[in-house]
């Protein structure tokens, strides 16, 4: 199992269980802040089947088709370039894997100003893409059977602002093909 963005890293000790001692959960965070805080977790809770590497989830230090599945929880929309970390993805996944991702999505595009507003892109909004264009990049980096399993209104959560489309939590399933 590979986490993109692993962060705090409580995904990937969740997912060590899943796999057991016979299988492997790699991290992978851009921060060596989250990297230490990880390792010393790694230790603290006595678990060998988990590691974590520093590196950027548009260039994977991950050997090609390596990967059984891919999970990320609220990464992908603060990348730049989304094509490049969907590529990666499947350059990374064996053939028949799978990823699935939590992220924020949106129906509709955010005004320029909003866009170039830092502040909204740290708080995990502006990053954000249309739905439809985000599976778009998935597909055309040639993953298949996508599916948009569940969407959550982020109404209520995030103020909605003039410019702003509606904004949705949503749990996002392809595979690689075989």
Excluded at 89 to 94: N, S
Excluded at 99 to 122: H, Q
Excluded at 130 to 144: I, K, P, Q, S, V
Aim: glycine fraction near 8%.
């Amino acid at each position: 199992v590979l986490d993109l963005g692993s962060g705090g890293v409580i995904d990937c000790f969740l997912a060590a269980r899943q796999v057991g001692e016979s299988g492997y959960v790699i991290g992978v965070d851009m921060t060596p802040e989250m990297l230490m805080k990880a390792n010393a977790n790694k230790v603290k809770m006595g678990v060998h089947n988990v590691e974590f590497r520093r590196g950027q989830i548009e260039a994977l230090p991950v050997q090609d088709s390596s990967i059984d599945v891919i999970m990320s929880n609220c990464v992908i929309n603060l990348s730049p370039n989304k094509a490049d970390v969907f590529r990666e993805a499947l350059r990374v996944l064996k053939p028949g894997g799978r990823i699935s991702i939590s992220d924020i999505v949106t129906e509709g595009e955010f005004s320029d100003d909003l866009r170039a507003d830092a502040a909204k892109w740290a708080e995990c909004v502006t990053g954000a893409i249309d739905a439809n264009l985000y599976t778009g990049m998935m597909r055309e980096a040639g993953f298949t059977d996508i599916q948009v399993v569940d969407k959550a209104d982020a109404e209520g959560i995030v103020e909605r602002q003039e410019g702003m489309p509606r904004i949705y939590s949503a749990r996002i399933t392809a595979r690689k093909p075989e």
